[in-house]
């Protein structure tokens, strides 16, 4: 016999990284589990191995109070004495809480049987390690950092847990036991995967699933009506993003983005979405409104879930109402998620209450751009000098000049601050301090990479701090370690 040895390409990238661990899931269900050690740590391997339908033995002399409490709801069984004692034969798993002289002679007990063990803490000994989880079981997400930072697994966890709703957990059930229906009625391929995809999307609305299996095959296999959501993106930050927002940008079939909205945001959507950049940034040419009013409401009427993702927040300046009005008289469905504005996450990040009590009893938040690039022409000067009230004017890069001249014209002091801010919320933002007096000349020595906001008011005098510098990974680490 010939063998030929194909080799892979070596300009053929490979299907998968490397992998430090390879995360397998134990179907515990009926089998038994042995754990050796009676204290607390033992009690949370011995809780878990129970959770997951296991038959736990615990072998030893002393129990903690955890132990004792999962002995008294019938969750595990006592054994007091030795774990050398113990039936190997037929065990799934083995778990010790041993000394380091014990853990040698733990683990070589198990491997002559045959059994997966885990020695608590001591990574050396273990054959599988226990990761966090995210239980919304039948599914369930486990996270591994390989020993490394189980601190950092468990920030993943909490970030997974804000993104599955509670509800996912009876949607999974209810997949089960609709499998074998769905396979029976629906055809192979596009038909199947139109259903699962559908299922899906009503599994993330945060609703318990009503009705009967054949009901919810009925309703799920329905051609969906296409919708629209608007999504503000925030300035930014994709942190700054909602839970409502993220879940949008993860059940989308289009997203039509902005030029402002970040690379960290788009990652967060899901992957098969198609995304359509209608950039809109003054002095740069961009995709009408009309144009995008179109879009939105053809791909809606193909059944399309469409994300039109804006940067801040949709309803201010965002030109949200005249795209709302265009897709409701199409009686195309529209909602809103609205995002973090410029102004709260300039306030935010420096500090500063835009209403402190002292000396700001109002906002106003104005835009400082007409559709001619200019001011707009019916702006009431007289109430925006209001020496009281925080002014912030948005797209203001070209006007902050003559926003300064009427404001002064109308008897506000020279002397009032000013924040110039731009790419706020992002690495790269810009912010300057001046006086209402001296903005005119500050704009001619400055060259912005994004939008501007001019924020006006006593507020932004109550903190001199100069504005805080990022700390890079490693002196965030130096600072935490000293």
């Known amino acids: ?30 089998k038994k589990v042995l754990v050796a050690g009676g204290e607390e740590p033992a009690a949370w391997k011995a809780e878990l191995m129970a959770a997951a339908g296991a038959r736990v033995s615990v072998f030893a002399e002393h129990f903690c109070e955890e132990m004792v409490a999962l002995e008294a709801r019938g969750a595990i069984q006592f054994v007091q004495g030795d774990w050398r004692q113990a039936d190997w034969a037929g065990l799934a798993l083995a778990i010790g809480d041993c000394s380091e002289e014990e853990a040698a002679e733990f683990v070589a007990m198990a491997r002559v049987h045959g059994v997966p063990v885990n020695v608590i803490d001591k990574p050396e000994h273990c054959q599988f390690q226990f990761g966090s989880i995210v239980n919304r079981s039948p599914l369930v997400v486990g996270i591994s950092t390989s020993g490394a930072a189980p601190i950092l697994g468990q920030a993943v966890r909490r970030r997974i847990e804000t993104l599955l709703p509670k509800t996912l957990s009876a949607w999974a059930r209810l997949a089960q036991s609709v499998r074998s229906i769905v396979l029976d009625r ?45 999504v503000g993106a925030g300035p930014g930050d994709a942190e700054y993003l909602t839970l409502k927002a993220v879940r949008a940008l993860q059940s989308a079939d289009v997203i039509l983005f902005d030029d402002l909205v970040s690379d960290d945001v788009l990652e967060l959507a899901r992957r098969e979405a198609k995304r359509i950049l209608v950039g809109k940034r003054a002095r740069r040419a961009s995709c009408r409104q009309e144009d995008i009013n179109s879009m939105m409401a053809d791909l809606a009427r193909k059944g399309r879930h469409v994300v039109r993702l804006k940067s801040g927040d949709p309803m201010l300046f965002g030109r949200a109402g005249e795209e709302i009005a265009a897709l409701e008289a199409q009686n195309i469905p529209v909602s809103v998620v609205p995002g973090i ?15 402190h009590r002292d000396c700001a009893q109002s906002v106003r938040f104005v835009t400082g751009h007409a559709r001619n690039g200019q001011l707009p022409s019916n702006l009431d000067w007289r109430a925006l000098s209001d020496p009281a009230t925080t002014h912030v004017y948005y797209m203001s890069g070209a006007t902050a000049p003559q926003i300064a001249e009427n404001l002064l014209a109308r008897g506000m002091d020279p002397a009032m601050p000013v924040l110039i801010a731009s790419n706020v919320g992002r690495p790269e933002r810009q912010i300057v301090r001046c006086r209402l007096d001296g903005l005119a000349v500050e704009m001619k020595g400055q060259h912005f990479s994004g939008p501007v906001i001019t924020a006006i008011g006593q507020a932004f005098g109550r903190r001199r701090a100069e504005t805080p510098r990022l700390a890079t990974a490693s002196e965030a680490v130096a600072a935490y370690a000293s």
């Not at 892979?8 to 134990?26: G, Q």
């Not at 899906?200 to 009506?225: N, Q, Y």
């Not at 102004?343 to 990040?349: H, I, K, P, T, V």
């Open 341 to 355: 504005s410029t102004a709260f996450a300039l306030a935010a990040e420096l500090g500063i209450s835009l209403t």
């Open 186 to 230: 629906l055809a192979a391929g596009a038909e199947r995967r139109a259903f699962w995809e559908r299922f899906t999307d009503l599994s993330f609305s945060g609703k318990e699933p009503v009705g009967d299996p054949e009901a919810m095959i009925a309703h799920a296999s329905r051609v969906p009506s296409g919708r629209v959501t608007l």
């Open 1 to 30: 016999m010939q063998i030929v040895s194909r080799q892979p390409s070596k300009a053929e990238p490979p299907r998968m990284a490397r992998l430090d661990v390879l995360p397998v899931f134990f179907d515990l269900k009926g």
